[in-house]
Nanobody, 116 residues
C-alpha cells in the first residue's frame, strides 16, 4: 500500500523559506514521477513542480526560480524547497506519485501560510 506523508508546512513571513518533505513507505523509484500540487481556498488544485524518475524537473511559471524539487531515492523522500515565499503561495500542498500503470497516489496535504 502506497502511503505518502507530507511534512514541513507552516506559517512563514513573506520572503521566507520552507522545505516540504514527502516520504513514502515504499521505493519511490517505482513511480514514473513525483510531484507537488497545491490548492488555495476557492481555487483548483494546480501543479507546482514535478520530478521524473530520471531526475528531470518541471515547474509552474509562478514558482520558477523560487522553488526547487528534489528527490532522495535512498530515503524514499521527495522535497520541495520554497524560497522567497509570497502570500499568494498560501495553499494546502499535496504530494503526488504518478504510476506507470494504474491510479496516481496522493498525500493528505500540508498547509503553507505566507503572511504579508
Amino acid at each position: 500500500q502506497v502511503q505518502l506523508v507530507e511534512s514541513g508546512g507552516g506559517l512563514v513571513q513573506a520572503g521566507g523559506s520552507l522545505r516540504l518533505s514527502c516520504a513514502d513507505s515504499r521505493n519511490i523509484g517505482i513511480f514514473k514521477s513525483m510531484g507537488w500540487y497545491r490548492q488555495a481556498p476557492g481555487k483548483q488544485r494546480e501543479l507546482v513542480a514535478r520530478i521524473s524518475s530520471g531526475g528531470s524537473t518541471s515547474y509552474a511559471d509562478s514558482v520558477k526560480g523560487r522553488f526547487t524539487i528534489s528527490r532522495d531515492n535512498a530515503k524514499n523522500t521527495v522535497y520541495l524547497q520554497m524560497s522567497s515565499l509570497k502570500p499568494e503561495d498560501t495553499a494546502v500542498y499535496y504530494c503526488n506519485a504518478e504510476a506507470y500503470i494504474g491510479p496516481n497516489y496522493w498525500g493528505q496535504g500540508t498547509q503553507v501560510t505566507v503572511s504579508s
